[in-house]
């Protein structure tokens, strides 16, 4: 019992001591703060509405919206709400981080503790917590759903190379991972086959390829309730808009440089993680090679390596090319995430039967090291209209923020959605009262455009899902609302399906009406994909218990 309380104070203290910035200094605006905390708010504001699980970010686009939570994985976002639900949006980020970390630390641990006693898994476990690339994740990007993913990644990588069966284990935690994060999980999925493959060599048996397989078809299908209408209705979004110049594959390959300075000084950061995690992770496995460690995982792991550094070189731009969704990773560096894993699996193999007093010191102080000198030299001080308490401040006020490019429907331009529109104007025309091109970028809405009709208009939302408006006009026009149109809007005209509806430069839903008194009401809808999805994952949490049953059936024989 006492050993199990002092791993479990030498995890969370390593954990306490990697956000120690955090407390201290308070919230560090890395380069997806905004995205994270405004989502989580919008999360937040449709539990109020009871709307359990939203799909529509209203807040975007400057109050336009877009249907964000339709393609970012639930996981992070459903916590990040419940988070500042309860204890307010100041805290809410570090308790994420926090409690992301504590995840990592004890997956680690149950990965490494599977070939190593437990002094080595425990100092694998905080070494992973505090690497590097994981302060970086913290505190530069705050790439909080991909921090997240690294809890589960360990227990992928556990499931997938232990020797008994864990197909279930194994299913759940790549439904955890494709929940959680798409890169990482794209990473986890093809990281998955190489390390089957590398244990079907290794023991010369076609089972790992086998229960991989089986583990992959299961977490997928737990996970198709998100995944089936992610990957259906990309044709309803502008999903390639994420993969620009700046953000390919091949503007970031290794120590590259392009014109932009900003870009290059986070690749060349980022580069510098990945020489250091990879020379560190080639030490150990040089060092657990010669004390004969962990067979057969020590090889596959091992032979992971070369891999890893291939993908970080402009020769591997074939395989970023034409391997499915792999472009969607837009830096080859978010391997380093895989590749933390590795090295400090390695380096709890490397310490077994090594592990002498002096050893311990030098690694605790190495652990500690890392964790204050990340915190401090990758804190991104908020700007004043980024601090939490100006968002919170802004969202209350319904000033709306930019839009995701990625997420804008298809069709339309988000650029040109102009600030402070009114929640309906009635128009002659559809294209009427559009944003003048010359004028930037989402300029401000001046009041009586010429193709503007005086009507009397009553809108109301009833939560960011629903809408009610009462029009009377004079004379036949459009109604255009302060809304993204997309095909799950089902949108009626006193009680008759609204056909015909014009596409907007813009992007914004305009509804045609007759002269006279009318009623629009426009309701999301669960489009076939939506339900298709929920029942695959019916089936496969069916399949689950199934499975499930079955292997505990086997371990008992």
């Known amino acids: 019992m006492r050993a199990v309380v002092l791993r479990g104070f030498l995890i969370s203290g390593t954990v306490l001591t990697a956000i ?48 964000r939570l339709m393609f970012y994985p639930p996981a992070s976002w459903l916590l990040g709400g419940f ?19 504590l995840g990592a630390g004890g997956s680690m641990y149950l990965l490494a503790r599977e070939w190593t006693p437990q002094a080595p898994a425990t100092l694998a476990a905080c070494l992973y917590v505090a690497n590097p690339y994981a302060m970086f994740v913290v505190y530069e990007r705050s790439a909080l759903g991909e921090l997240l993913a690294g809890a589960w990644l360990p227990l992928m990588v556990l499931f997938a190379l232990r020797a008994r069966s864990s197909i279930a284990p194994l299913g759940l935690s790549v439904a955890a991972l494709w929940l959680t994060n798409s890169p990482a999980a794209v990473m986890g999925s093809y990281m998955l086959a190489i390390l089957a493959l590398g244990m079907c060599i290794a023991e010369r048996k076609l089972w790992p ?49 392009t014109a932009d300075a900003f870009h290059d000084q986070v690749l060349r950061t980022a580069s510098w993680i990945l ?20 067979a057969p995982a020590r090889m596959v792991l091992t032979a992971l390596l070369p891999i890893l550094l291939l993908l970080q070189l402009p020769i591997s731009a074939v395989l970023w090319t034409h391997a499915p969704h792999l472009k969607f990773l837009q830096f080859p560096w978010r391997w380093v995430l895989a590749l933390s894993v590795t090295a400090c699996v390695l380096a709890a193999m490397s310490l077994k039967g090594a592990l002498k007093r002096l050893t311990i010191v030098v690694v605790a102080v190495l652990i500690v090291a890392v964790a204050v000198g990340g915190g401090l030299l990758f804190f991104q001080p908020c700007d004043d209209e980024d601090a939490v308490a100006a968002q919170v401040s802004a969202f209350r006020l319904g000033q709306g923020t930019e839009g995701t490019d990625e997420y804008t429907p298809v069709g339309g331009d988000n650029a040109s959605v102009q600030q402070h529109l009114p929640l309906v ?10 944003a003048d091109s010359t004028s930037g970028d989402n300029p401000e809405w001046r009041s009586g455009d010429a193709g503007s009709i005086s009507a009397t208009v009553d809108a109301k939302r009833t939560n960011g899902e629903q ?34 509806r014009p596409l907007r430069e813009d992007g914004l839903m305009a509804v045609p009406l007759p002269a006279g008194s009318h009623q629009i009401a426009v309701q999301w809808f669960a489009t076939w994909d939506v339900i298709a999805g929920r029942e695959v994952s019916a089936f496969a949490l069916v399949a689950l218990v199934g499975v499930a049953m079955l292997e505990r059936r086997q371990r008992r024989v």
């Open 275 to 294: 020489v250091g995690e990879l020379a560190g992770a080639s030490i150990a496995a040089y060092f657990a090679w010669r004390r004969q460690a962990g």
């Open 425 to 434: 104007r009635v128009l002659r025309g559809a294209q009427d009262d559009t």
């Open 20 to 67: 120690g910035t955090l407390v201290v200094r308070g919230n560090s605006c890395g380069h997806d703060f905004d995205f994270h905390l405004l989502s989580w708010m919008e999360v937040a504001r449709a539990w109020h509405t009871g709307l359990v699980y939203p799909h529509w970010v209203q807040d975007a686009n400057f109050g336009a919206g877009e249907p």
């Open 209 to 257: 390829a086998a229960r991989a397989a089986g583990g992959m078809a299961l977490g997928l299908g737990l996970a198709a309730f998100y995944i089936v209408p992610a990957a259906f209705e990309q044709r309803w979004v502008q999903i390639n808009r994420a993969i620009i110049p700046g953000m390919r594959v091949e503007d970031s390959f290794l120590f590259a440089h």
């Open 83 to 101: 988070l500042g639900t309860l204890f307010g949006w100041h805290a809410a980020p570090v308790l994420f981080v926090l409690l992301a970390l």
């Open 467 to 500: 809408w009610l408006v009462q029009v009377v006009t004079a004379e036949r026009g459009y109604a255009v609302l302060r809304l993204m149109d997309y095909p799950s809007w089902r949108v009626s005209v006193d009680g008759k399906p609204a056909l015909g």
